[in-house]
């Protein structure tokens, strides 16, 4: 069945730094690949998705590519803000539809 | 927008007690889901609704059970509370079936039995 696995955290950067978070991903077929955020207190909210091999979804910055060769869907900001601390959860819907998996999640740390 | 709506932010409850949490969405989805999270545990499925009156267990159902008498609400049930019970509860609702469906959550409800 469908699984996904993502770098452990927390991860610490600077402002202004370089952002990657690794997820890779097995599944039958060529599901849609989602990056959830959770804010500090609140829920999860989409962060971006693609829903195809190649495909790029970005949103605020953040910017993941759907590479079926490598079965990844890694995380990338070029320039982190302190308002992006949070936890990033990579995701893909469960096989046969309805459920969705969710990485263990990954907790970013900006430092001013 | 999109709004999942958990009625309760935070509570205390006492061991023993029946709890019932309230989640309601505006967005005429037909998938409803509860989750809770624990620190270093992610995000675990208790149970999940894909229609006004069906259910399904999800990876964690024991001690849970749901309700789902209209489209938009679906209750979790705790019979009787327990202290391993007390996490964060996230519901939240999709629509159809279709593998490229958005998610949307409610704010969570923090939950503690004492």
């Known amino acids: 069945g469908n699984s996904v696995t993502q770098m452990e955290g927390p991860v610490t950067l600077s402002e202004e730094a370089f952002l990657t978070i690794n997820c890779t991903y097995t599944?039958?077929?060529?599901?849609?690949l989602f990056w959830y955020v959770q804010y500090p207190g609140e829920g999860l909210q989409l962060l971006l998705k693609a829903t195809k091999a190649d495909d790029k979804g970005s949103n605020k910055g953040f910017e993941a590519t759907y590479r079926k060769e490598t079965t990844s869907f890694h995380l990338e900001k070029g320039s982190v803000q302190v308002s992006d601390s949070a936890v990033y959860f990579c995701?893909?819907?469960?096989?046969?539809?309805?459920?969705?998996?969710f990485g263990a999640g990954t907790r970013l740390f900006v430092k001013a | 927008d999109v709004k999942v709506t958990q009625s309760s932010r935070y509570l205390v409850k006492r061991t023993g007690e029946k709890v019932f949490l309230e989640c309601v969405q505006d967005m005429d989805h037909e998938n409803m889901f509860w989750y809770r999270q624990d620190p270093g545990l992610g995000l675990r499925l208790i149970y999940f609704s894909y229609d006004v009156k069906m259910k399904e267990k999800g990876d964690i159902p024991e001690g849970y059970s749901v309700s789902r008498e209209k489209k938009e609400r679906f209750s979790l049930i705790l019979e009787s509370a327990s202290t391993n019970q007390t996490s964060m509860y996230l519901c939240?609702?999709?629509?159809?079936?279709?593998?490229?469906?958005?998610?949307?959550f409610g704010e969570g409800s923090w939950l503690t039995v004492v």
């Open positions: 995701a893909l819907p469960f096989t046969g539809g309805f459920k969705t998996i």
């Open positions: 599944a039958t077929g060529y599901p849609s």
């Open positions: 939240a609702s999709s629509s159809g079936g279709d593998n490229g469906n958005t998610i949307y």
